[in-house]
């Protein structure tokens, strides 16, 4: 049973960096599948951010692209979101999710989410 | 950008037939998946590439595809399919796209 668990601060600053990390536990990150993160504005439907696979391969929503960086790390199973400049427009429940079949979905297994609020 | 447009709300009674629609212009080429969250909750995949239906849900999900219009049907109704759904493609690029959600409520 694959387990993914999101961690990172709970709070940052407006223009700063947000910073998320994805743990993957019961599978492997070098697996064929591709990995995503997907953010949801309190009361708001889903946005997804972008995905990586395990060769370093990424692919990013155009709307965020300039802003976003996902990495990842074979050593620990787990993959990683930057989200620079941030705003308060960026206050959501962060989540991270495997893709099966093809990258562009869908997603089988997800965390729990992360709330990130953007304060000062 | 490419959309997927889905109504913002059903209302059924139990035991009804709820039906819940995502229209999208690369849907005849492009796979749709089905997604139910509940409050405080991660989404779930209720239905894969159009009609296809994960293990452990229930036979009374279904999804369908016709032209551009997926359709998400729920037969039999029941208290606790009250959800939000999200239907999810993908555009021509491959990027990723999410409908804006359908609130089912139970009457």
């Known amino acids: 049973q694959v387990q993914l668990q999101e961690s990172g601060p709970g709070l940052v600053k407006p223009s700063g960096t947000l910073s998320l990390t994805c743990a993957v536990s019961?599978?492997?990150?070098?697996?064929?599948?591709?990995w995503s993160w997907v953010r949801q504005p309190p009361g708001k439907g889903l946005e997804w951010i972008g995905e990586?696979?395990?060769?370093?391969?990424?692919n990013y929503n155009p709307s965020l692209k300039s802003r976003v960086t996902i990495s990842v790390d074979k050593s620990k199973n787990q993959f990683s979101l930057k989200l620079s400049s941030v705003t308060a427009a960026d206050t959501a429940v962060y989540y991270c999710a495997r893709a099966i079949i093809a990258a562009a979905g869908p997603f089988d297994y997800w965390g729990q989410g992360t709330l990130v609020t953007v304060s000062s | 950008s490419y959309e997927l447009t889905q109504p913002p709300s059903v209302s059924v009674s139990p035991g009804q037939t709820a039906r819940i629609t995502c229209s999208g212009d690369a849907l005849p080429k492009q796979y749709a998946y089905w997604y139910q969250q509940k409050p405080g909750q991660a989404p779930v995949l209720v239905i894969y590439?159009?009609?296809e239906r994960p293990s452990g849900i229930p036979e009374r999900f279904s999804g369908s595809s016709s032209g551009t219009t997926v359709t998400l049907t729920i037969s039999g109704v029941q208290a606790e399919d009250e959800a939000d759904y999200y239907c999810?493609?993908?555009?021509?690029?491959?990027?990723?796209?999410f409908g804006g959600g359908t609130k089912l409520t139970v009457l």
């Open positions: 999810q493609s993908a555009d021509s690029s491959g990027t990723v796209v």
């Open positions: 019961g599978g492997s990150i070098s697996s064929s599948n591709w």
């Open positions: 590439k159009d009609s």
């Open positions: 990586i696979y395990h060769s370093g391969s990424t």
